[in-house]
């Protein structure tokens, strides 16, 4: 084995964003020593671009709303697949989440009277959302940051060093969980810049990394989501749920073709945006379903005086939860209604002053101008569906966030499943990270306390992580060409794109498997030149295992879930079942013994199985009408 740095630490966070931060501070204030790791700067993380804001029934806008209305709220947008403990501990403790980063520094947007100022999201009853302008995720980060160096310089006093307590490594990228008996012992890792590589023994492991979308084409994601966690959770026994449910926002930039993917936040719509085909006209009133029905407003009219007198009136459908939107937007390109380049409009412009556009949409205003040469102020914007957030993830305990199976490992943030059931509102990732991400440091400091011998990792386990690193280097050693993973990556988004996207059939989502697996035995090939000094075709090439990974989950899930649901929709089965309403798809590794080896590429690396959902405490069951709960649940459930 070559000269591997180690270094011990007590809980270990992958990933540096809401969760990861959120788990850090938990964790070192429970007096664990705990280090951070992040793929990119610390400070750069997906939750950074978060725009609308952070969902928690704080009351501010409309003192109806209370935590149970949050619940419900999630569950139907979820369409009831959720894990009802992780929404109900959601709903509960986002509200206090929002206040500590107050303490913490934050400052949101304020209401007249001072109080923080809640907004319209598609899918919540009330408004709900507290904001920073469109910024908010920008706020969130700053204000973790700032409690960490807080953290760092106590450390400082009492130690003499800021690094003592809670350190993070930036631009390091983890690649195998390291095990002991089938126990969590630390992590591999090597440092983009230097290509060092370096492991971090911990008996406590915090996976916080984030989505997929780099396995599709056109998506709001940038370059580090590419399933890291997903994958270190699979590789290292840990089962993965809900992979099926993939969200396309409605609503991403289609013009320029550089820009195309890039999000349009849905506050556009909350403060009263409107989408038109076209022919002019507002299309969402012809596509709300009918579980919806009740809740939307059948005119333009009453929508419109919606915003005014939320009470006694009802929402307009453009504020229907974004699968909903998405596949409207996606039929009416279909059908020939579209923008010139393949998208629908969504105005402002005749909406609201340029004033108010400017003030509480200035991101959007700024992005538009730059990137499309759009004054949305003047005029509609071009918008088309994006691939945006993955609610599939990591099983875990919802209380805890420990990963099924793999003592010493959690989970928190996207890359965990369960919370959002088939679809994610808006706004409830940013709220999911701060419960889960503080949920998931308290509870790992808790698990390194009570070990009685911390696992230390077999020196097999390393060196065979460290060849596995080190493979794209020597990808021609054996015969045959090296592969390009600039080409492959280029060859598994499209894939993705085109089979497993917004809209799937049956046909396609098999050949989307057959794709991959000639994908992945290319991929083993994956070669790079040069050496490791910051080699981005070598990163590359590393982050193929994991998207090839994640894919295959979609892909597989996808194909067995033979209905509509959420972010899944089948062309072939349109319609959602309530048979499937309590059943989850459970993706584990084919070869349980990862490191062994990538199995039979022809069937695959991902074993699938089924799992039935717990049943939904009755007090919570009871806060929906008995007519809409005949719409979801299963008939066994019914009877019960
Ligand atoms: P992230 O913030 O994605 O952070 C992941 C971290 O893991 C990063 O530090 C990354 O470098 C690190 N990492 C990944 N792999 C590795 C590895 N192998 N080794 C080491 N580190 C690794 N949600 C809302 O609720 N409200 C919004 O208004 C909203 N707006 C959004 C706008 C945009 C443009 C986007 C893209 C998303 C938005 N979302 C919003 C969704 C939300 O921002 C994300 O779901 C959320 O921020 C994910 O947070 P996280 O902590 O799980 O991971």
């Known amino acids: 084995m070559a000269h591997v740095d180690r270094q011990t630490w007590d809980v270990v966070v992958v990933g540096a964003g809401g969760a990861g931060l959120r788990a850090a501070i938990e964790a070192r204030e429970a007096g664990m020593r705990t280090a951070v790791i992040c ?42 697949l959720n894990h009802w403990r992780m929404a109900e501990l959601h709903a509960r403790e986002a509200p206090d989440r929002v206040w500590e980063l107050e303490t913490w520094g934050a400052l949101f947007d304020r209401t007249a009277d001072g109080r923080i100022s809640q907004r319209n999201f598609g899918g919540h009853e009330y408004p709900r959302l507290a904001h920073v302008g469109d910024r908010t995720g920008l706020e969130l980060i700053r204000t973790l940051q700032q409690k960490i160096v807080s953290l760092q310089q106590e450390d400082e006093r009492v130690s003499g060093s800021y690094e003592e307590g809670l350190k993070v490594f930036q631009e390091c990228t983890v690649t195998r ?77 289609v013009w320029p073709p550089s820009v195309k993917g890039i999000l349009v936040t849905e506050s556009v719509r909350g403060d009263g945006g409107v989408l038109r085909n076209s022919d002019g006209k507002r299309f969402m009133f012809d596509y709300v379903p009918d579980v919806f029905k009740e809740k939307y407003a059948e005119s333009e009219a009453e929508g419109d005086r919606w915003y005014e007198d939320p009470d006694r009136n009802r929402r307009p459908p453009e504020l229907l939860p974004r699968d909903e939107v998405a596949r409207a937007i996606n039929a009416e390109v279909k059908a020939g209604r579209g923008s010139p380049h393949g998208g629908v409009f969504l105005d402002v412009s005749t909406r609201m002053p340029a004033e108010v556009i400017t003030r509480r949409l200035p991101s959007m205003h700024h992005q538009f101008k730059e990137l499309a040469d759009v004054d949305i102020t003047a005029e509609p914007m071009e918008v088309g569906p994006t691939c945006h957030y993955v609610m599939g993830g990591v099983e875990v305990d919802p209380d805890t966030a420990a990963a099924s199976g793999v003592p010493g490992l959690f989970a928190a943030g996207e890359v965990a499943g369960g919370m ?27 698990y390194v306390g009570g070990l009685r011998a911390r696992p230390i990792p077999e020196p097999r386990s390393i060196d065979a992580a460290e060849a596995e690193a080190l493979r794209p280097f020597s990808a021609e050693e054996g015969g045959g060409p090296a592969e390009n993973p600039y080409a492959l990556h280029q060859e598994l988004q ?82 959602m079942d309530r048979r499937w309403r309590n059943v989850n798809l459970v993706c584990q590794l084919a070869d349980d013994d990862g490191a062994a080896g990538d199995p039979d590429p022809a069937l695959g690396q991902i074993r699938l199985s089924r799992r039935e959902t717990p049943p939904i405490r009755r007090d919570l069951l009871e806060l929906f009408d008995k007519d809409e709960l005949v719409k979801y649940l299963t008939d066994e459930e019914l009877s019960r």
Request: charged share 25%.
């Open 39 to 80: 793929k990119s700067l610390f400070g750069k993380a997906h939750t950074v671009m978060a725009e609308g804001g952070i969902a928690a029934s704080m009351g501010n806008a409309n003192e109806h709303d209370t935590w149970q209305v949050h619940f419900r709220d999630t569950m139907r947008g979820g369409k009831f």
């Open 177 to 253: 969980v390291l095990t002991a008996d089938g126990q969590v012992a630390g992590v591999f890792c090597y440092d983009r810049e230097s290509g060092r590589f370096f492991v971090l023994e911990a008996p406590a492991v915090v996976l916080a990394t984030g989505g997929i979308g780099k396995s599709f084409k056109v998506t709001s994601n940038s370059w580090e989501y590419t399933g890291d966690g997903h994958a270190l959770a699979l590789l290292a026994g840990a089962p993965l749920i809900n992979m099926e449910f993939v969200q396309f926002h409605p609503t991403g930039m």
């Open 420 to 446: 959002h059931g088939s679809n994610r509102l808006g706004g409830n990732s940013l709220s999911d990270l701060l419960v889960f991400g503080r949920r998931a440091g308290l509870y790992a400091a808790e």
């Open 494 to 575: 499209q894939s993705m794109n085109d089979l497993v996207g917004i809209i799937r059939r049956e046909g396609e989502m098999a050949e989307a498997l057959q794709r991959l697996a000639k994908l992945r035995v290319r991929a083993r090939r994956a070669g790079v030149e040069g050496h490791r000094q910051y080699n981005p075709g070598w990163h590359l090439s590393l982050d193929l295992r994991n998207m090839l990974l994640v894919s295959e989950c979609v892909a597989r899930a996808a194909l067995e879930r033979t209905e509509s649901r959420g972010g899944h929709t089948r062309e072939d089965r349109p319609e």
